[in-house]
C-alpha cells in the first residue's frame, strides 16, 4: 500500500536555528517525492521535488531534501529557520506513472518563536 | 501567467442543498485533479480528470459526489444534497501533459456545510 509518514505533528524552533522535518513513505515502485508548504488560508506551493539523479535536491527559500533509498526517507531541512517559515508542510509520493496523482502526508505544522 | 484559479474561495450551503466548485487549470495544463482537505488532516485525492475525461476517480465517494471537465471551460465538482462531513477545503492541481513539474495547486474552496 503506498503511504507517506510525517512522524512530527508539531515543531516549534527558535528563528535562526536548524530545521529538519521527518518524511518516510513506503511505496510498490521507484517513488516521486515532493515537498509542499501551505500557509493559513492558503493553498500549496511546490517547494522542491525528487524524481532523479543527486539524491540531494535543493528547492526554493533556502529548503533541501536528501532521499535516501534504504531508509524511505526523504528528509526536509533548512540551516537557519526565518519567521515567515511557519506554515504547515506537506511531504508527498508519486509515482512513474502516465500522470500526476500524488498521496500526501499528514502535515507537520511549524511554528517559529522569535 | 495566471495560476490555478478557483471560485469561489468561500461556499456556505445549507444541508441538503448543491455544492458546485470551479477550477481553471494553469495555461498550458491539461490535467486536472481534485483534493480534500479536512481539519487537521492532510490532502487526500477524490479524482484526476483530462479534457471530457474522467481519468481516476478512486478517491471520489461513491454518492453525491461527480466532477468533470468538458471540452470548454473550467473542470467543476459537484456535491449534491451537502452534509456538515462535507465541510472542507477542496483544492484543485493541474499539471502539464509532461511530468516534470509537479503540481501547481489554486487556493482553495473552502465549503461549510450549516
Known amino acids: 500500500a503506498q503511504s507517506v509518514t510525517q512522524p512530527d505533528i508539531h515543531i516549534t524552533v527558535s528563528e535562526g536555528a536548524s530545521l529538519e522535518l521527518r518524511c518516510n513513505y513506503s511505496?510498490?515502485?521507484?517513488?516521486?517525492l515532493f515537498w509542499y508548504v501551505q500557509s493559513p488560508g492558503q493553498g500549496l506551493q511546490l517547494l522542491l521535488k525528487?524524481?532523479?539523479?543527486?539524491?540531494l535536491v535543493q528547492g526554493i527559500k533556502g529548503f533541501e531534501a536528501e532521499f535516501k533509498r534504504s531508509q524511505s526517507s526523504f528528509n526536509l531541512r533548512k540551516p537557519s529557520v526565518h519567521w515567515s517559515d511557519a506554515a504547515e508542510y506537506f511531504c508527498?509520493?508519486?509515482?512513474?506513472?502516465?500522470?500526476?496523482?500524488?498521496?500526501f502526508g499528514p502535515g507537520t505544522s511549524l511554528s517559529v518563536i522569535p | 501567467n495566471a495560476g490555478v484559479m478557483q471560485n469561489p474561495r468561500h461556499l456556505v450551503r445549507r444541508r441538503g442543498q448543491e455544492a458546485r466548485l470551479r477550477c481553471s487549470p494553469m495555461?498550458?495544463?491539461?490535467?486536472v485533479y481534485w483534493y480534500r482537505q479536512l481539519p487537521e488532516e492532510g490532502l487526500k485525492f477524490m479524482v484526476y480528470?483530462?479534457?471530457?475525461?474522467?481519468?481516476?476517480e478512486s478517491g471520489m465517494p461513491k454518492e453525491r459526489f461527480s466532477a468533470e471537465f468538458p471540452k470548454e471551460g473550467p473542470s467543476i465538482l459537484r456535491i449534491q444534497q451537502v452534509v456538515r462531513g462535507d465541510s472542507a477545503a477542496y483544492f484543485c492541481?493541474?499539471?502539464?501533459?509532461?511530468?516534470?513539474?509537479?503540481?501547481?495547486f489554486g487556493q482553495g474552496t473552502r465549503l461549510t456545510v450549516v
Open positions: 495555461k498550458g495544463h491539461s490535467h
Open positions: 511505496y510498490g515502485a521507484t517513488p516521486y
Open positions: 480528470l483530462q479534457k471530457e475525461n474522467i481519468i481516476d
Open positions: 492541481a493541474s499539471s502539464p501533459p509532461s511530468r516534470d513539474t509537479g503540481l501547481s
Open positions: 525528487y524524481f532523479s539523479g543527486d539524491t
Open positions: 508527498a509520493v508519486g509515482a512513474k506513472t502516465s500522470y500526476d496523482k500524488v498521496i
